[in-house]
């Protein structure tokens, strides 16, 4: 069963502009990371948070994690038409049999 | 480094039969892990092999089986295979560490006609 949760479910924005990605979840978490998709082929790793932190970036990407609300979301900046995929976030508490991923986020930007 | 590699890339079976898939992982990485995706259900983890021993199984039936080799590489198999079994099946591998981050292979889509 699925716990994350994004949310839109698919968003549609120009070359250039900031594409922002949320996820909420239900349960106590150990981390949480974000993964890229393009369409049929494997995931990518972008960024995993840890429990105890707020905020990651890397690159383009900047991760925030409110453990309060339950809650993670993923900025892109300055996006580019390769950024045009599924992003998905997965939650885990311990095992790997614990991580959860979302429905995901479709991603389309515009040239 | 290499990555994850998975073969075959596609696959066409019909009800009934068995398959095999095959997963080599990251030099190093000792984890496999192996996940269902469909439209419907999203991505579901099915099971992780870790030195050999299955460490952890998801909620599937006991026709999806899988293991792995001293060198790591991994393999599934599903038997008896029925039409809900198409999907991309992906082969994830990792150091096995509890903050893991999973690199994922290109995918095996299975078709069951």
């Known amino acids: 069963s699925q716990q994350g949760e994004e949310d839109p479910q698919a968003l549609s924005i120009q070359e250039g502009e900031n594409a922002t990605m949320n996820c909420s979840y239900k349960t106590s978490i150990n981390n949480l990371q974000w993964y890229r998709q393009n369409s049929g082929r494997g995931l990518v790793h972008l960024i995993l948070?840890?429990?105890?932190?707020r905020e990651k970036h890397s690159g383009r990407l900047r991760v925030t994690l409110d453990t309060s609300k339950k809650s993670s979301s993923l900025l892109i900046t300055a996006s580019r038409a390769a950024d045009t995929a599924s992003y998905f976030c997965a939650t885990a508490r311990g095992g790997v049999r614990d991580m959860r991923f979302g429905a995901g986020t479709r991603l389309t930007v515009k040239p | 480094k290499a990555g994850v590699t998975q073969t075959p890339r596609y696959l066409i079976k019909t009800r009934g039969q068995q398959v095999t898939l095959s997963c080599s992982p990251i030099s190093g990485h000792r984890s496999v892990s192996w996940y269902q995706q469909t439209p419907g259900q999203g991505l579901q983890f099915l099971f992780e092999y870790f030195s050999e021993t299955q460490r952890n199984k998801g909620n599937f039936p006991g026709r999806f089986s899988g293991r792995q080799f001293s060198n790591s590489r991994s393999e599934m198999n599903v038997s008896t295979l029925e039409l809900g079994d198409s999907a991309l099946y992906l082969c994830?591998?990792?150091?096995?560490?509890?903050?893991?981050?999973?690199?994922f292979g290109p995918g095996t889509r299975l078709t069951v006609t």
């Open positions: 994830a591998s990792s150091l096995g560490g509890q903050l893991y981050e999973q690199y």
């Open positions: 948070i840890r429990s105890n932190e």
